[in-house]
């Protein structure tokens, strides 16, 4: 599987972005789709995840701000972020995941985002 990112950038606060990530490859064996993101000095954290069967669930820091989707015709996944603050500055990385034990993950190259004045 592999995964192509884009949409990163720098925002003002208060702005909106939107990621994308176009999987190809052999994506039947995908569970879930999804956005991580690491900023200096913290950990990498789920952001936001997309089911193959469209559930979905986010962080609490993003819950109302963020929309994650999936157009399945193209195989990419996108992360509508609204009302972006500074503490959402991060490398945004895709992540595609087969559940198991242990889980396959396949990431995405990052994406920068800075949210500042």
């Known amino acids: 599987v592999q995964l192509q990112a884009s949409g990163g950038g720098l925002v003002q606060p208060g702005g909106s972005l939107r990621l994308s990530c176009a999987a190809s490859?052999?994506?039947?064996?995908?569970?879930?789709l999804g956005w991580y993101r690491q900023a200096p000095g913290k950990q990498r954290e789920l952001v936001a995840q997309i089911t193959s069967n469209g559930r979905t669930n986010y962080i609490d820091s993003v819950k109302g701000r963020f929309t994650i989707s999936r157009d399945n015709a193209k195989n990419t996944v996108y992360l509508q972020m609204s009302s972006l603050k500074p503490e959402d500055t991060a490398v945004y990385l895709c992540?595609?995941?087969?559940?198991?034990?242990?889980?396959?993950?396949?990431w995405g190259q990052g994406t920068q985002v800075t949210v500042s004045s």
């Open positions: 490859g052999s994506i039947f064996s995908i569970n879930a």
């Open positions: 992540n595609a995941v087969e559940w198991g034990i242990p889980n396959i993950n396949y």
